[in-house]
C-alpha cells in the first residue's frame, strides 16, 4: 500500500492557507490565545543540501484567539513581528511532527528566538502549543534533497 | 546460615572512587563544610534599615521564595535517596547523604537572615505567585513522592528534571543571579552574600550530580528516558519561567535596575549547557558518561568560597 505525499510544502501559501483553515476550527487554541494580542513569524533557515535554497517564513498577526492575517512572509514582516523563532528544516519537521514541544526547543537552544523575549513568550505558550498542534494537522512535505 | 545481602564493601570491588557521585562526595567534605550559624548578619541587618520599601520589599520576596524552595527540597529529596539505597548504588548514596545535609543547612541559613535581618514579616505566603504553588505545592512533591511507589528510570528521570534542572537549575540559579545583581552590584549585605557563595557552591555540585543521573538513565535506558525528560521539561519549563515573570509583575518599576529578560536569559543560558550534555547521553555508553561528567566535575569550584 502506498501513500500519496502531502499535496503542500510547509510554510508555503497552500499550507499557510490549511493552517488557518485548522487554528479558525479550534476551541482550543481559541481559548488558550485569548489574550494574545501581536504578530508571530516562524523562519526556516536555506539549506541547499536539503533542497532548501532560500530561507522560508510564515508571518501571523494573532489576535484574541483569531487569526486576523497570516501569508508566507514578505517586506518587512520578520523585521515587524514581535516574535521570530527561527530553526532548520530538521527541527522544525520534530516540531511540526508534534516531537518537539515550542518552549523546550527554544530553552534547550534548538528554535532560535531571534526577535522578542521568552519572558514576554512565556505567558503565550499554551497557545504556541495549541498553535503546533494545529499545525500537525495540515499535511505538509518538507523540502526533499536533491538527487 | 544463610547470607541474604552482599555488602559492597566486604568485596573486592569496593567502593569505585572513580564515579562522579564519588568525586562529588569528595568535595563535599572538604568545601561543602560551612555553619549557619557562623554567618555573620549584623552590617546586613544595618543595610536592611536604610532600604526603601519597595527595595526591602524585592529582597524579601526573593528571600521567601528561597526560604519556602529550600525547605521543599529538604522535604522531597529522600524518595530519591531511597531509590538509589535499593538499587545498591551505595556511591550514589553516599554522595545524596551530603546533598540533603546541604539543603537542610540553606533552610537555616535563610530562616537566620529573615529572623535576625528582617525581624518580623508577618505572613510570607503572600510572596508566592501561582507558578510557584503549582511547582513547589504540587510538581516537586508529586514527583519526588512518585518514587515510592515507582522507582522506574521514567519517574526517576522526571523527578530528577524536577529537582535538578528546574527547581535548581532554572529557579534557583536565577535567583542566585538576582542576589547577586541585587548585593554585590550595590555592595549591600556581606552576610547574605556570603550564603549565595556558599550555596552557590553546594548547588553546583547537586546539579552535576542530577545532569550525571539524567545522563546515566538516557545511557542506561534509551530514548524512552529522553522523551520523558523532554516532555517533562516542556511542561514545566513555562512554570518556571513563570515564576520569574510574576516575581517581576509585583512591581511596576523593579528596583534595583533589574529587568526580568536579564534574568530569563541567564536562565536559558544555564539551562542549555546541562541539557545538552544530557542530550550527548543518547548515543554514549555508561563509561563514556562516566568519564565525561568525571571532567566537566572536576572543572567545578576547588576551594571554598571566596571570603566577603
Known sequence: MT????????????????????????????????????????????????????DRAVFLDLWHG?????????????????????????????VLDGDLQPIFGIMSGKLKLARGSVAKLTPYMAASNELVAAATRVPGRFPAAPV | MTTT?????????????????????QKAKKIGIWNPQDIDFRQDAEDWKGLEPL?????????????????SVTLDLLPLIMVMAEEGRLEEEMYLTSFLWEEAKHVEAFRRFVDEVVGDPGDLTRF???????????????????????SSPVAQAEASVTYNMIVEGVLAETGYHAYHSIL???????????????????????MAYGVYLLSRLVAEHGDDV???????????????????????????????????DEFVTFAMSQFQRRIQRVEKARSQTLDEVNRVETEVEAKIQVAAPASI
Open chain 1, 3 to 54: 501513500h500519496d505525499p502531502p499535496p503542500h510544502e510547509v510554510f508555503d501559501d497552500a499550507w499557510v492557507a490549511a493552517w488557518v483553515v485548522e487554528l479558525k476550527g479550534s476551541d482550543a487554541y481559541r481559548r488558550a490565545a485569548a489574550t494574545w494580542e501581536g504578530s508571530l513569524a516562524l523562519a526556516m533557515d536555506a539549506s541547499p543540501e536539503d533542497g532548501l535554497a532560500e
Open chain 1, 66 to 94: 483569531d487569526v486576523r492575517a497570516a501569508r508566507v512572509a514578505e517586506g518587512d514582516d520578520l523585521d515587524t513581528a514581535d516574535f521570530v523563532l527561527r530553526a532548520d528544516a530538521a527541527v522544525w519537521k520534530r
Open chain 2, 5 to 25: 545481602r552482599e555488602f559492597k564493601t566486604l568485596t573486592h570491588r569496593g567502593l569505585d572512587h572513580r564515579l562522579p557521585p564519588m568525586r562529588l562526595w
Open chain 2, 55 to 71: 527595595e526591602q520589599d524585592v529582597i524579601l520576596r526573593l528571600t521567601t521564595l528561597f526560604q519556602a524552595g529550600e525547605e
Open chain 2, 128 to 150: 508566592e505567585s501561582p507558578s510557584y504553588q503549582q511547582i513547589f505545592h504540587h510538581e516537586l512533591p508529586a514527583a519526588l513522592g512518585r518514587l515510592r511507589g515507582d
Open chain 2, 184 to 206: 554585590e552590584r550595590h555592595d549591600l549585605m556581606p552576610g547574605m552574600r556570603r550564603v549565595v557563595a556558599h550555596l552557590k557552591s553546594d548547588e553546583a555540585r547537586h
Open chain 2, 226 to 260: 529522553w522523551k520523558a525528560i523532554e516532555d517533562r521539561m516542556g511542561n514545566l519549563l513555562p512554570l518556571a519561567i513563570g515564576v520569574v515573570n510574576e516575581t517581576f509583575d509585583a512591581y511596576d518599576v523593579p528596583p534595583f535596575g533589574l529587568t526580568v
